[in-house]
């Protein structure tokens, strides 16, 4: 077994187990309105819920293709052909995993150290662990960074990677807009403490920041693979020729 595919399989299976954990285990909230696992749209209101699941499922699809797919290389392989399952696993991760992750780590944690009420509410840890707190919001990052290191990933154009990361990003807008107008429920107590305008210039922000995060991964896979992008980028100019 090589090291990228050991990689992913063990962190799959600690993400599985932890994700299994969070839907059987907590089940409830400690009793406060600003955060609750209660009512309409149970936890996956929370965006932190749907980058755990895409976690797993990345991680889980990174060893189907490591066994049935491919991890080719421009420099491995010439002409560079990628299989179907590699072509999917660079996308999801250079367009959603990779850019979402960073998003909720660095928001996350920007806001807690401000005000941890405004995300985090001190009532939480009295059923969540801590352990699963940083399965959620801190190791994610080291995970991803992880994999980016040890496995080439081709990114797509970037017009096409930002087109993908916006419509989740929108997707996700709107479902928590429809939550707070059809259950009266605010998912974040951040977004509950502020004015009508304030929220829109908050959310503009955070547009921007995914944008900018993007282009972070983007920057990065470039610095660990540039020799890569380069014979790729070369391979194509032959082929014209």
């Known amino acids: 077994m090589s090291l990228p595919a050991f990689y992913h ?29 209660r009512g309409y749209g149970g936890k996956f209101k929370f965006l932190t819920f749907w980058l755990f699941f895409l976690q797993v499922f990345y991680f889980g699809f990174s060893c189907v293709n490591d066994i049935f797919g491919s ?19 660079d996308i999801l991760l250079s367009s959603i995993v990779f850019p ?42 080291p995970f991803l960074l992880g994999d980016m290191y040890l496995v080439y990933h081709h990114f797509p154009t970037r017009k096409r990677g930002l087109k993908i990361l916006l419509s989740f990003a929108l997707s996700y807008l709107v479902w928590i807009l429809w939550v707070a ?18 929220r829109v210039i908050f959310i503009a922000i955070l547009m921007a920041l995914f944008i900018s995060i993007y282009l972070v991964g983007e920057g ?13 980028q070369l391979m194509q100019q032959k082929s014209r020729s």
């Open 220 to 232: 990065l896979n470039k610095f660990l693979w540039g020799k890569e992008r380069r014979n790729y």
């Open 9 to 37: 399989l063990v962190v799959f299976i600690f993400l599985a187990y932890s994700f299994a954990f969070n839907l059987l285990k907590v089940q409830d909230d400690p009793g406060t309105n600003l955060f609750t696992y």
């Open 71 to 89: 991890n080719n290389r421009p420099s491995q392989s010439k002409p560079f052909l990628r299989s179907t399952l590699q072509r999917w696993r």
């Open 100 to 141: 979402v992750g960073m998003f909720v780590v660095c928001t996350f944690w920007g806001i807690y150290f401000v005000d941890r009420e405004l995300v985090y509410p001190q009532k939480l840890d009295k059923f969540i662990p801590s352990w699963l707190n940083h399965v959620m919001h801190t190791t994610v990052l």
């Open 181 to 198: 107008y059809y259950a009266n429920i605010w998912v974040y107590p951040v977004l509950q403490v502020m004015a009508p305008h304030e």
